[in-house]
Every structure is written in C-alpha cells, then in structure tokens.
C-alpha cells in the first residue's frame, strides 16, 4: 500500500466502549497528525508528533489518548466519548513538521458515538 | 493569532463556466497558503500552496490561486469546470516561524451538467 492508510473506516461506539484508530503512513515521513473534521467546521488540529515525539496537544480532553509507536504508525486510543465527539477522523502526515510542507492525509475514520 | 475565512460555504457552478473560491485570511507576520481538495469519502489532497515568489500559483487539474497581500487573500479559480471538481476546497495558512496549519470552514462546490 502507498500513502497514509486509516481503519476502521467506520466506527460505532458506545458512550462506555474503549476503541482506538490506527493510522500508517508508507511516505517515510518523520511528522504525524491527528484532526477531527465536523460539519460545516474547520478542521481541528488535536495533535503533532515529530520523530515519535508530541509537540502539539491543542486543549483536546483527555478521554482522546494519542500514541506514536513509531514514524510509521499513530493511534488515536477513545474511550467515555460523548455523542459530540462524533466526527470524522483525519490522520496526516509530513516529512517534518515545517512551514510551507505539504500535509498527505488519509481517508479518515467516521466516529459515531451512541 | 492567524485564522482563515472562506467565504461561501457552498458554490454551485454550471459545467464549463468559470468559478472563484474566495478565500481570506489573517495574520501579523508573513505566511504560507495552502488550497487542498477533499473528494467523497476521501481525505484532503494538495491542490496548490504559495510560498514564496510568482503571486500566481498553478495548480493541478487546471486550478490557480492569487496571493494578495494588500487584501489577504487568496482566492482560488478555475477557467472551466467539470462535474469531476465536485468537492469540498479548504484553504489553510501557515505562520512563518509556527507549526500549525489552520484551515478554514471549507466550501463545497457543485458542479450541475
């Protein structure tokens, strides 16, 4: 696979479940990034990691829980979500996190939280 | 603190008429512009971005964008639509010296045969 690859595409969850979404990138990027995409609202950038190390946490509650194994992979761990949590999931990645780069992102995860 | 407006939230266009996505934004030191393009059940993909240089930047599938600096703007055009360029456009600006992109609300354009 090429590119930045997300699953599940679709997730239902409950307001109790624990879930996380998983993102890959095969770009050989060392800069990783979560958005949450709502209607009719500009994406919200959640967090940055650069070499496996995060350098953003824009005020995202805590029931989001990031991890960054590696370059190569970026999870996004949920758990006692609230139904306006439900969104669409953006994963994007860049070979640094520099001005003026280009972001590549995935298809994103469809979140409902029941 | 920087932030991006775009102007229309949606545009619907006739096949083959020209069409501007307007965009401004603002800033208190110089920037980087970015138009990306998100297709149904797609994710975003760069369209154009201005950096530095020609105020006119070209895109791909035909899209260019002008950066004006006296009016902060950056609106995107394209001579000749097609039904393919139906899509959701977001602008985005990037702060010289920061390390966040912002993006603004997005306007889905409507591309009618």
């Known amino acids: 696979e090429t590119g930045v690859t997300q699953t599940p595409r679709h997730l239902v969850m409950g307001m109790t479940n624990k879930k996380s979404l998983k993102c890959e990138q095969h770009?050989?990027?060392?800069?990783m990034y979560w958005y949450k995409q709502s209607a009719k609202k500009p994406l919200e950038l959640m967090f940055v990691?650069?070499?496996?190390?995060?350098?953003e946490n824009n005020s995202v509650p805590s029931r989001f829980s990031p991890e960054c194994p590696n370059s190569s992979h970026l999870f996004l761990h949920l758990h006692t979500l609230q139904p306006e949590d439900s969104a669409l999931y953006l994963c994007?990645?860049?070979?640094?996190?520099?001005?003026?780069?280009?972001?590549?992102f995935g298809p994103g995860t469809r979140l409902l939280v029941l | 603190a920087q932030s991006v407006t775009q102007l229309d939230s949606q545009v619907p266009v006739f096949e083959e008429a020209p069409v501007e996505l307007r965009c401004n934004y603002s800033?208190?030191?110089?920037?980087?512009l970015f138009w990306y393009v998100q297709y149904p059940n797609q994710g975003l993909q760069l369209l154009l971005k201005?950096?530095?240089?020609?105020?006119l930047v070209k895109g791909i599938n035909g899209f260019e964008a002008e950066f004006n600096k006296s009016q902060t703007s950056f609106h995107l055009r394209k001579p000749s639509v097609h039904i393919s360029d139906t899509a959701e456009y977001f602008c985005?600006?990037?702060?010289?010296?920061?390390?966040?992109?912002?993006f603004g609300a997005g306007t889905r354009l409507f591309v009618k045969a």
């Open positions: 985005a600006v990037h702060n010289t010296g920061g390390f966040k992109t912002i």
């Open positions: 990691y650069s070499l496996e190390e995060r350098v």
């Open positions: 994007a990645s860049s070979p640094q996190n520099r001005e003026g780069e280009t972001q590549y």
């Open positions: 201005y950096l530095s240089g020609s105020t």
């Open positions: 800033s208190s030191v110089s920037v980087y």
């Open positions: 770009l050989g990027h060392n800069a």
